[in-house]
T-cell receptor, first 111, second 112 residues
Framework: GQQVMQIPQYQHVQEGEDFTTYCNSSTTLSNIQWYKQRPGGHPVFLIQLVKSGEVKKQKRLTFQFGEAKKNSSLHITATQTTDVGTYFCAGGSGGADGLTFGKGTHLIIQP | NAGVTQTPKFQVLKTGQSMTLQCAQDMNHNSMYWYRQDPGMGLRLIYYSASEGTTDKGEVPNGYNVSRLNKREFSLRLESAAPSQTSVYFC???????????FGQGTRLTVV
């Protein structure tokens, strides 16, 4: 597995504001995956990015993979209360299959 | 299609007791994982199994053992539980390193 650093750890936003979380690796990743965990729930897969500079969108969510494949971001436009939860990234490497996660970003939305 | 099933959902142990957490998946996945989740620490990998018959240590293996019983089942054993092992445990599986992982519902373990 690949170690990734994720920031910020916590993010408070007003409903309707935008939100971004970042993942950074010191080494090149083969892919990066993003997961969401609702309070009291289990992590659920959102998306996987594989190509350098790749950008994918899911409704109000935009995922980017850096040109050097060492960083990634998740941006949510106009947050809603349903976006509350913890967002995790997991960086893949060409080596062992251990799936390791960043510490996650807790998104807290104030109505 | 049940996905990933973990048992039990809740457990209270006394210090020194042993127990096994069970995990089974019905998706024909090759890789299976055990994590613990503590406040502020994210998901930490305990052990994983990349294929039937193999297991490898993750970030925090001390105090745990695992068994990949067959392709479907991957169990986690605490031989002598300690209060520091109080946590929420998640099992996950995926077909290979290029595919999404599916998680079980979690086991909330308290060691007193």
């Amino acid at each position: 597995g690949q170690q990734v650093m994720q920031i910020p750890q916590y993010q408070h936003v007003q409903e309707g504001e935008d939100f971004t979380t970042y993942c950074n690796s010191s080494t090149t990743l083969s892919n990066i995956q993003w997961y969401k965990q609702r309070p009291g729930g289990h992590p659920v897969f959102l998306i996987q990015l594989v190509k350098s500079g790749e950008v994918k969108k899911q409704k109000r969510l935009t995922f980017q993979f850096g040109e050097a494949k060492k960083n990634s971001s998740l941006h949510i436009t106009a947050t809603q209360t349903t976006d509350v939860g913890t967002y995790f990234c997991a960086g893949g490497s060409g080596g062992a299959d251990g799936l390791t996660f960043g510490k996650g970003t807790h998104l807290i939305i104030q109505p | 299609n049940a996905g990933v099933t973990q048992t039990p959902k809740f457990q209270v142990l006394k210090t020194g007791q042993s127990m096994t957490l069970q995990c089974a998946q019905d998706m024909n996945h090759n890789s299976m994982y055990w994590y613990r989740q503590d406040p502020g620490m994210g998901l930490r990998l305990i052990y994983y199994s990349a294929s039937e018959g193999t297991t490898d240590k993750g970030e925090v293996p001390n105090g745990y053992n695992v068994s990949r019983l067959n392709k479907r089942e991957f169990s986690l054993r605490l031989e002598s539980a300690a209060p520091s092992q109080t946590s929420v445990y998640f099992c996950a599986s995926r077909f290979n390193r290029n595919t999404e992982a599916f998680f079980g519902q979690g086991t909330r373990l308290t060691v007193v």
